[in-house]
C-alpha cells in the first residue's frame, strides 16, 4: 500500500475546473488538492450513513447508489467505513463515476483498509478530493468540515443510517443549510443507528421507501434521466406498479384525479398528487401515454 496513483490537480477558488457548487456554499474551500478525473466532480447525489452500519444499512447505500450511478449520476460520499464505503462500492459495480471527499489529504489514505476502493474509484474514472495539502494527517474535527463539501457538491443527499449525534447528522444539516433536498431510509425505532434517519423524516426529509420512491425523486431532482443498457427491451425502467396503471390507461381515458386515485390504491394509501404530476411527467417523456382532448390520459399510440 502506498500513494493513489493518479492525475493530481490543485484547483483555486473559481479557476478552471473549481466546481461551481461550491461558489453556493458557505465557506468554499480556497483551494481543492484532487487526485483522478476533475470532471468528476459535478452536481451529484451525496449517499452517507453510520460506520457502524447494519447490513440492512450497508445493503441500501449500495442499492441506491447503484439505481443512481445507472442514470449517470456521480455518487458522493466521505469513503468512510460502513454505509460510506458501500455506497461508493455500489457505483463502482455500475461503471459509474464516484468522489471521496476525504477528512485528511489524499496521500494519508483513512481508513486504510479502504485505500483499494479508493484507488478503484479513481482507475474507474471517478476522483478524491480535499480542500486539505497532500499530506495533511486527518484529524477529528476535519471530517466536520469534510461534510459541507459532500453536502455542497451533491444536489441532493441520501441518509442511509445515521445516530444521534453523528457525522452523517451533520451531513443532512449542511444541505439543509444549502437549501438542497435531504432524502432518507427509514429503519426500525429500535435500532439505534436508524434514530438520526427516522428523525430527519419527522422533521420533514422525504421517506425513500422502496425503489420506485428513490427513483421519482431522481426523477424530479434531476429531471429525465437515461437508463443505460443497450440490450434492455422496451419495459426497461417500468416496474409493476407502472405496468398495472399503464395497463388501466390504456383501457380507458383518465383524468389526473382518477390516476391519483388509482395509484393512491395500488400503494394502499402511500401516495400524492405530486407524485401523480412526477409519473404523469415520466411516463410521457418515456412516451408511454400522451394527453388527449379535455386534459385526459391515455395510451400514446406508438406504444400500444
Known amino acids: ?33 484532487v487526485i483522478g478525473n476533475v470532471k468528476a466532480l459535478r452536481e451529484g447525489l451525496a449517499i452517507v450513513g453510520s460506520r457502524k452500519a447494519t447490513p440492512y444499512g450497508r445493503g441500501c447505500a449500495r442499492r441506491f447508489a447503484r439505481r443512481a450511478a445507472k442514470r449517470g449520476i456521480v455518487i458522493v460520499s466521505g469513503g468512510a467505513r460502513g454505509c460510506d464505503a458501500e455506497a461508493h462500492k455500489g457505483a463502482l459495480a455500475e ?18 483498509e479502504n485505500w483499494r476502493l479508493f484507488q478503484d474509484v479513481v482507475d474507474a474514472g471517478g476522483a478524491l478530493a480535499s480542500e486539505h495539502p497532500w499530506d495533511a494527517a486527518p484529524l477529528p474535527f476535519m471530517f466536520r468540515l469534510r461534510n459541507r463539501l459532500i453536502a455542497g457538491l451533491a444536489k441532493a443527499t441520501l441518509i442511509v443510517e445515521a445516530g444521534m449525534p453523528s457525522g452523517t447528522f451533520s451531513t443532512a444539516d449542511e444541505a439543509l443549510s444549502a437549501n438542497k433536498e435531504v432524502l432518507a431510509v427509514p429503519g426500525s425505532i429500535e435500532c439505534s443507528q436508524s434514530k438520526g434517519a427516522n428523525r430527519l423524516i419527522y422533521q420533514g426529509a422525504v421517506p425513500i421507501v422502496d425503489d420506485d420512491t428513490f427513483d421519482d425523486q431522481l426523477f424530479s431532482i434531476f429531471g429525465q434521466l437515461k437508463q443505460e443498457g443497450s440490450s434492455e427491451d422496451s419495459d426497461a425502467g417500468i416496474s409493476l406498479f407502472d405496468r398495472r396503471l399503464l395497463d388501466a390507461i390504456a383501457a380507458q381515458t383518465m383524468g389526473i384525479e382518477e390516476i391519483n386515485s388509482l395509484a393512491k390504491r395500488f400503494r394502499y394509501g402511500n401516495w400524492s398528487p405530486a407524485k401523480t404530476n412526477l409519473w404523469i411527467a415520466r411516463m410521457e417523456s418515456a412516451g408511454r401515454i400522451a394527453k388527449y382532448p379535455g386534459g385526459r390520459y391515455g395510451a400514446n399510440v406508438r406504444d400500444v
Do not use: N, W
Open 1 to 33: 500500500m502506498g500513494e493513489i496513483k493518479g492525475e493530481r490537480h490543485e484547483l483555486m477558488k473559481g479557476g478552471r475546473g473549481y466546481p461551481e457548487a461550491f461558489m453556493h456554499i458557505p465557506d468554499p474551500p480556497s483551494k481543492l488538492y
Open 95 to 112: 461503471g459509474g463515476e464516484t468522489v471521496v471527499f476525504m477528512g485528511g489529504g489524499c496521500d494519508k489514505v483513512y481508513p486504510a
